[in-house]
Nanobody, 123 residues
Framework: QVQLVESGGGLVQAGGSLRLSCAAS?????????MGWFRQAPGKEREFVAA????????IYADFVKGRFTISRDNAKITVYLQMDSLKPEDTAVYYC???????????????WGQGTQVTVSS
């Protein structure tokens, strides 16, 4: 079992940046989990944003964030990050951190979820 807590959300103007953090806890080995970020905008379904392998050496991204967002992790600090640059109003959503047992790096089948953090991008 792993518990996830996101932080770092807020209000930012278009073109600005935010860095989200997700701290893990529980009786688990964080480095054995693939970590992902998802988001859900009002009236829309939750969608995949990015994921990172157990070692941190491999990443995958949704097309709409490529070149703007960067996922990273620090296994010593049991934390995963999402650096978001060049933010657009359409990036406004609740952002969720998620985890799944490794090693497969995928956008699907995540078992553990955080409570989410709101990101609002004004135009």
């Amino acid at each position: 079992q792993v518990q996830l807590v996101e932080s770092g959300g807020g209000l930012v103007q278009a073109g600005g940046s935010l860095r989200l953090s997700c701290a893990a806890s529980g009786r688990t080995s964080f480095s054995s989990y693939v970590m992902g970020w998802f988001r859900q905008a009002p009236g829309k379904e939750r969608e995949f944003v990015a994921a990172i392998s157990t070692s941190g050496r491999s990443t995958i991204y949704a097309d709409f964030v490529k070149g703007r967002f960067t996922i990273s992790r620090d296994n010593a600090k049991i934390t995963v990050y999402l650096q978001m640059d060049s933010l657009k109003p359409e990036d406004t959503a609740v952002y969720y951190c998620a985890a799944r047992r490794g090693p497969t790096l995928t956008a699907n089948n995540y078992n553990y979820w955080g409570q989410g953090t709101q990101v609002t991008v004004s135009s």
